[in-house]
Each structure stands twice: as C-alpha cells, then as structure tokens.
C-alpha cells in the first residue's frame, strides 16, 4: 500500500531530506501535500515536482504565487492544521520550526494519523496537551530526532519497568571545549558551523548553545514517561552512537551510525517495519574509530541546565523556555545579543513569567506570548545597553 504523505516545512533541512527518502521509495510513499513559510520559489520548484494535492505557505502576507497546475494553494496557519487533519492523509511530516508547530502536531494526532515528529518545540511547549490529543486520536508519535529514534529503536520489545535510564548523546556543538571567557565573543556565523550535522539556522544554534539537548531531555520526558531524575545527557563528538538505553541488570543498549537524518527519517515513515535503503551510507566500526565521551560544561553552557530545570518545573515552564529561546536565537543571529546572553535573556524570561498549569491550548498561547514580549525587552535592554542608548 503506498502511504500518503503531509510535509509540513518541506523547504527546510529535514523537509528536503524527507523528500530525499521518499525519491527513493516511489512505491512506497506518495506526497500529497507541502508547506512552508515564506520560501515560496523553493515550494513552487518543490510543487511542480511532486505535484502534491495541497500546497501551504504558513506566511498570510507571502501569499501564494500565481501557478497553474492541479495543486489547490492555501495561505495561513489554519490552513497547516488542515492540512495536518485531512482524512485521506496516512502521515504527517512536521517538520516546522519552533512553537508554530504546536497546533498542527495537535491537528494530526487529534485526526488518528501517524506523525512522523521532527518539531520538537510542539512537545517541549505543550507535552501534555500532545499526549492527550494522541490518545483521542488514538494516533502514534514516530520521532525523527536521531535520539528519539535511537531510544526508540532500542526499548523496542521490552518491559518499561526494565529500564533503569536513557542517556542522549550530544555532539558537543562547534563550541565544544571552549570555557565561558572563550565562548563570550564568539559570532552567528561561528555558531553557524557544525561540526557534525547539517541542519537549519535555530537547531544549529540550539546545538552550540546546548538548548537543543534540553529540548530533547524535555522530548525524552514526554515521548517515553520517564522521570527527569532517569534521564542524562553526555557528549559524545563523533555523534556516531545516537543514544543509550540502561535497563535495571545494568545491560545497555545503543544504537549507531554515521551522521544523517534519512535514516531516522526513513524509520519514521516506515517503523516498526525495516527497510532496505540502498542509498544510506554503510556503518564502518574501523572508519568510526575513536568514539569519546565527555560530561557536559554547565558553566560555560548554562542553557541545558536552564532547560532541564524548566522540565521539571512542569506546567508553562517548557513553553516559557522554548518560546524565549525563539526570540534569544533570532536576536543572536540579528547580532542583538551576543552568545552568553541568550541564557541570560531566557533566565529572565522564566523567572518573571513561572510556571502556571496547562489546563488547554490558550494556556500555551498565553505563556508563549508572555514569554515572546519578556525576551524581546530583555533583548532590546542587552542591545541598548551595549550601544550606551541607556
Ligand atoms: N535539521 C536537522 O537535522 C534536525 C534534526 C533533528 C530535529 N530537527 C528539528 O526539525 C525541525 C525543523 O528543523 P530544520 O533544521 O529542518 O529547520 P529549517 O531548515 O529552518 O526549516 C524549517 C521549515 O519550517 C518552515 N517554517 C518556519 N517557520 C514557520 C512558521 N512559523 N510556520 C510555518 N512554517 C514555518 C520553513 O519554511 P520557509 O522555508 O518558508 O522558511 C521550513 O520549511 C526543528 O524543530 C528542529 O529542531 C532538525
């Protein structure tokens, strides 16, 4: 049967990747819908390749182009959500960027179809409301995050109450090893270089920051119910083993392979089911050689402990966190902020705005926005400050 495929953020780095997989499976995979943002040329090109039923641009004031074809153009966030909740869809790709991919992730799971989930934001913002929208729907969560699909891949079959732990991996990001005096002055386009993946302009700064290994621990949190105080993280350079599970007689499991995202791509779209790629580069142990391990430098990198802590704060915490990281990460490659006050700018956010309870979807919005307007004066604050306008 071949499965009908959504690609929210087609456009960006795990959209084109997942395109990328799909060309290969032909028989497989059918795309019937794409959206973006605002790249509209990039989604036109895109269209008239797939020819999907359904194109979005998210981005009311982009619009849509003028093309002719059988493809039906839609403009708007809620356009995402229909797209996310159309019956006749088998999976959803959500591969949008940041909290904006929050009301889709909810649309799809609502409507009882497998997501294929690379915006973690959506559960780091809203993982209760997530969880209870996928036991409505009665629909799965396949992650696409090489973590999650590496503890995925490794719990497979066995008793939740075996395992004792999950350790992450963490490349590290193209500050590893710098000490807080190092990392004072470094620039967007410094952070802008990873040394092990190739992934859009937010994610690649998250990694630097370390920000994305707390939204992953969070994701961890949500995605497999277990504890904050049984989930670690530790850096691992090579990024070659993607995570580990421990179970309670202390056996560990791992799983492994050279950088790429069309693999764990590919096993969202096809899990529980393996198949045969063809393309994906074969795992070498000798190529692979030294994989090294290192604990994670708090001081230098304060945001995965800011993370983590607002995990476990629970309630609007998560989204708090998330949504000011979204502003920080933007003023830092604005050059508004330099790299050590983007925590400084989320820590503020968090202690002024708490942790209230997320009862609905409204409580999100309210907490986001709250955080949003709090990391925008705080960047602007840092910015004035340092033009001496204050
Ligand atoms: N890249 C990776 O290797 C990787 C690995 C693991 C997890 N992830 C996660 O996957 C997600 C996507 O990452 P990425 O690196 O692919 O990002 P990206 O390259 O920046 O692409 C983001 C996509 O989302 C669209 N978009 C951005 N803002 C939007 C909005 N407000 N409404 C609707 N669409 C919007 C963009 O459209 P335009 O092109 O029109 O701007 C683009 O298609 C993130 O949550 C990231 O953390 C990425």
Known sequence: ?????????????????????????????????????RRVDALAAQVARYGPE?????????GCPDCAGSTRWRSGAEALCEVAADPTVDVVVNALVGAAGLPPTL????????????????????????????R?????????????????????????????????????????GRSVDEVRSVRPEDALQHPTWDMGAKITIDSATLAN????????????????ERIDAVVHPQSVIHSFVEFVDGSVLAQLGFPTMELPILY???????????????????QAANLTFESIDHEAFPMFGLGVEAGRRSGCAPAVYNAANEVAVAAFLEGRVRFPEIADVVGNALDRIGASTVRDLD????????????????????????????
């Open 54 to 62: 359904t194109a979005v641009v998210a981005d009311v004031e982009t």
């Open 107 to 134: 649309a799809a799971l609502e409507a009882g179809h497998r997501l294929a989930l690379a915006n973690k934001e959506s559960l780091v913002a809203g993982g209760s409301l997530v969880l209870a929208a996928a």
């Open 213 to 228: 290994k707390a939204l992953e621990v969070i994701e961890a949190h949500w995605l497999y119910g277990i504890g904050y």
């Open 1 to 37: 049967m071949t499965l009908r495929v959504a690609i929210l953020g087609s456009t960006g780095s795990i959209g084109r990747s997942t395109l990328r997989v799909i060309d290969r499976h032909p028989e497989r995979f059918e795309v019937v819908a794409l959206a973006a943002n």
């Open 363 to 390: 409580d999100i919005i309210a907490a986001d926005r709250a955080a949003r307007t709090a990391a925008t004066e705080a960047s602007e604050r840092l910015g004035n400050a340092r033009m001496g306008t204050t």
């Open 268 to 286: 969202s779209l096809t899990y529980p089911e393996r198949v045969d790629d063809g393309e994906l580069r074969t795992f070498d142990p000798v």
């Open 136 to 176: 409505a729907g009665g629909a799965e969560i396949v992650p696409i995050d090489s973590e999650h699909s590496a503890i995925l891949q490794c719990l497979e079959g066995s008793d939740e109450k075996a395992v004792q732990r999950i350790v992450l991996t963490a490349s590290g990001g193209p500050f590893r």
